[in-house]
């Protein structure tokens, strides 16, 4: 199934609760909790640039002139794009840092997710980059780890990422969406948006919270928004 064409733009409308609760309702894997948003303070979505960085010492041979990790995907990225980097090696080094940073701004990119250490946080913070990674450091990665390959499947904390699905990330969580299931998730997500949007509305005209939610709010992912 063909992702529609306005996903990105509907799926910024959304928070990453609502699009969790999606996932739930639909039965597909739903959200990592522990990549806390560590520069930035606005909520991003788009389309996953992946990068996989793995152990120089597991690295095969490199014919040509290397690059430095993660510029391919900062020259393949835009404003729709979020770039997505499994550094998994158990290895204190960073997965991304300021140079980068400062390069995605200048291109555009809605931000970062990093399953790994980054580095030159208080940079990211200045350029107002948003940022969310699993640790913090001030290690290098020169000697340490090297970009395995840009646009190939990755995986995040336990979920598979493959290139162009779609990722939203707030304050809450990061939600991972195949392309495949996007139309559907927004779908569910926006009827959840909507009861969740009715049911303040009742509570500030005056409702009790023991009527706003209690069977509406229980059966919320079994049933569509009016």
Wanted: net charge negative; with cysteine; glycine share 8%.
């Amino acid at each position: 199934m063909n992702a529609p064409a306005d996903a990105v733009s509907r799926l910024r409308k959304l928070d990453a609760c609502a699009v969790s609760d999606a996932l739930d309702k639909l039965g597909l894997p739903s959200t990592v909790s522990h990549l806390p948003q560590r520069a930035g303070s606005r909520r991003i979505a788009g389309r996953a640039i992946t990068v996989k960085l793995v152990a120089a010492a597991d690295a095969p041979p490199v014919s040509g002139t290397p690059r430095h990790l993660g510029t391919t995907a900062v020259m393949l990225g835009g404003a729709d794009d979020i770039i997505v980097v499994e550094q998994r090696t158990g290895l204190d080094a960073g997965s991304w840092g300021g140079i980068l940073s400062l390069a995605a701004v200048q291109r555009g990119i809605a931000g970062v997710v990093a399953d790994g250490p980054v580095r030159d946080i208080d940079e990211a913070r200045e350029y107002d980059l948003p940022v969310f990674c699993r640790d913090l450091t001030a290690r290098t990665a020169r000697s340490r780890v090297v970009e395995a390959g840009t646009n190939i499947p990755i995986h995040v904390d336990g979920f598979d990422v493959a290139p162009g699905d779609f990722v939203i990330a707030d304050n809450s969580a990061v939600v991972f969406v195949s392309a495949s299931d996007i139309g559907r998730v927004l779908d569910a997500a926006e009827q959840i948006a909507a009861r969740e949007a009715a049911m303040a509305k009742a509570l500030l005209a005056g409702q009790p919270v023991t009527e706003v939610m209690g069977a509406n709010y229980e059966h919320m992912l079994h049933t569509s928004a009016a």
